[in-house]
C-alpha cells in the first residue's frame, strides 16, 4: 500500500509561481522514481516531470521545461513541484505518482494520489 498526499495547489495569476508538494508513505513504497502529471477538462493526462530517486534524473516535455521544476527530498520521503512563468494553458488536476524510472529515462506510473487543483487566470 501506497499513500501520496499531494499539496499546494490554488489559484493565480498568469506570470506567477506555485510550489507543489507530495509526501509519499505506506509499507508499500518502494519506488525509484516519481512524477507528477496533469490532466485538464477534457485532455488525457501527461507527463510533467519525473524525477529518479536515486540517481536525480529529471525529465520534463518541452511544454514546461526552463519552466517547472521537479526536486525530490528522500528523508522526508517528499517530491516538489516548482512552477513558474505560469499560464493559463497550465490549469488542471496535477497528479503525484510514484513509479520507476529505468536506465534510458523513461518513467513507468504506478500508485497515483488524488490531485491538487492549479488554476492560472489570465
Known amino acids: 500500500q501506497v499513500l501520496l498526499q499531494e499539496s499546494g495547489g490554488g489559484l493565480v495569476q498568469a506570470g506567477g509561481s506555485l510550489r507543489l508538494s507530495c509526501v509519499a508513505s505506506?509499507?508499500?513504497?518502494?519506488?525509484?522514481?516519481m512524477a507528477w502529471y496533469r490532466q485538464a477538462p477534457g485532455k488525457q493526462r501527461e507527463l510533467v516531470a519525473s524525477i529518479s530517486l536515486t540517481s536525480g534524473r529529471t525529465n520534463y516535455p518541452d511544454s514546461v521545461k526552463g519552466r517547472f521544476t521537479i526536486s525530490r527530498d528522500n528523508a522526508k520521503n517528499t517530491v516538489y513541484l516548482q512552477m513558474n512563468s505560469l499560464k493559463p494553458e497550465d490549469t488542471a488536476v496535477y497528479y503525484c505518482?510514484?513509479?520507476?524510472?529505468?536506465?534510458?529515462?523513461?518513467?513507468?506510473?504506478?500508485?497515483w494520489g488524488q490531485g491538487t487543483q492549479v488554476t492560472v487566470s489570465s
Open positions: 505506506g509499507s508499500g513504497f518502494s519506488h525509484n522514481g
Open positions: 505518482n510514484a513509479g520507476e524510472a529505468d536506465y534510458g529515462g523513461k518513467y513507468h506510473p504506478d500508485y
